[in-house]
């Protein structure tokens, strides 16, 4: 089993960045695929990808990118170039190889874009 837990979100001004971190305990984050979703207000969860895909979400490829380090056991969301249109939770979660359901959740980190 592992847990996760999100950092790193914030206010920041259109065109800015943030890096959200997901780190990871109870097993070493290298044996699962690390997902990022985010959730704005009214709208349905999006998929934003994996550390297998990398990034999956069209409306921000070019601009987000995924990563990780396996010695401080995180991986990461950079996001640059921000729009007021990235508002959302940004949530990361796990699934084992194999498998396709996200059996475990971080608490979820705020993003809030102005313009």
């Known amino acids: 089993q592992v847990q996760l837990v999100e950092s790193g979100g914030g206010l920041v001004q259109a065109g800015g960045s943030l890096r959200l971190s997901c780190a990871a305990s109870?097993?070493?984050?290298?044996?699962?695929?690390i997902g990022w979703f985010r959730q704005a207000p009214g709208k349905e969860r999006e998929f934003v990808g994996d550390?297998?895909?990398?990034v999956d979400l069209e409306s921000v490829k070019g601009r987000f990118t995924i990563s990780g380090d396996n010695a401080k056991n995180t991986v990461y969301l950079q996001m640059n170039s921000l729009k007021p249109e990235d508002t959302a939770v940004y949530s990361c979660?796990?699934?084992?190889?194999?498998?396709?359901?996200?059996?475990?959740w971080g608490q979820g980190t705020q993003v809030t874009v102005s313009s």
């Open positions: 979660a796990a699934r084992l190889p194999g498998t396709f359901a996200w059996n475990y």
């Open positions: 109870g097993r070493p984050v290298s044996s699962y695929y």
């Open positions: 550390t297998g895909r990398t």
